[in-house]
């Protein structure tokens, strides 16, 4: 069944007014009821964006707050954990982040994008919405990269990027590690100026002696012009 915005209220038109339900202003449960409701008719794991998960919650709320079952002010409340959550966004997770003692929480992209911020940490939560994501249950530490000790360098990155170790005529100021693209350096397998990573102006050469085929880096030719 191929889901959107339409089917997404349809839906909740159906399931919603079929469902009997007692809940009061002013008593969390009337939210969590209110939460447990929007689970169970729109699907977190299936809609296909984020905008028609939200979309889905908002026609869930308007129901029950005509119904009487639910207050504006528990609306907000309700929506406001259903907008900071990872539903409809493959990938996403509920990040846990502290500083000092204060907790934190924001959906990012990824688990690689759960950055601890300078002097503080990051964990990726279980939870799908940020509104259970500040607590530390079920929450999994990340090391930023940087923390690894040089030149292993085994830190999480932003998506889409490595972990990666430099270091500068060996000297122990000028290495580190940073968050880059992944690349192959040259060696077996990269003999190709186009295969192998080298330094600016240098490209892979595949080099043939002493028994066997090596690469090396060496001089970008001159073109001819």
Not at 13 to 38: E, K
Not at 66 to 94: F, H, I, P
Not at 185 to 204: R, T
């Amino acid at each position: 069944m191929r889901w959107s915005i339409a089917t997404a209220v349809a839906a909740v038109g159906v399931l919603v007014f079929a469902s009997p339900g007692r809940t009061y202003c002013g008593d969390p449960d009337s939210v969590h009821a209110a939460r447990t409701m929007i689970e169970q008719v729109c699907d977190c794991g299936r809609l296909p964006t984020h905008k028609v998960y939200a979309a889905c919650a908002r026609a869930v709320v308007r129901n029950l707050v005509a119904r009487g079952d639910l207050t504006e002010t528990c609306r907000a409340k309700v929506m406001r954990c259903a907008n900071r959550s990872v539903c409809g966004s493959l990938g996403a997770v509920a990040c846990r982040i502290t500083i000092g003692d204060v907790p934190s929480c924001r959906i990012v992209p990824s688990e690689a994008d759960c950055q601890a911020p300078e002097g503080g940490t990051a964990c990726v939560s279980s939870a799908k919405s940020c509104c259970e994501g500040q607590s530390p249950t079920g929450c999994a530490s990340t090391t930023p990269c940087g923390s690894s000790a040089f030149p292993s360098c085994g830190g999480s990155c932003p998506s889409g990027t490595i972990c990666q170790a430099f270091s500068i005529d060996g000297q122990a100021q000028y290495q580190g590690c940073y968050c880059t693209q992944p690349t192959t350096p040259c060696g077996p397998g990269a003999c190709s100026e186009s295969g192998g990573a080298c330094l600016a102006g240098q490209v892979c050469y595949g080099i043939v002696g002493g028994g066997g085929s090596e690469c090396g880096c060496g001089p970008a030719p001159n073109s001819c012009r």
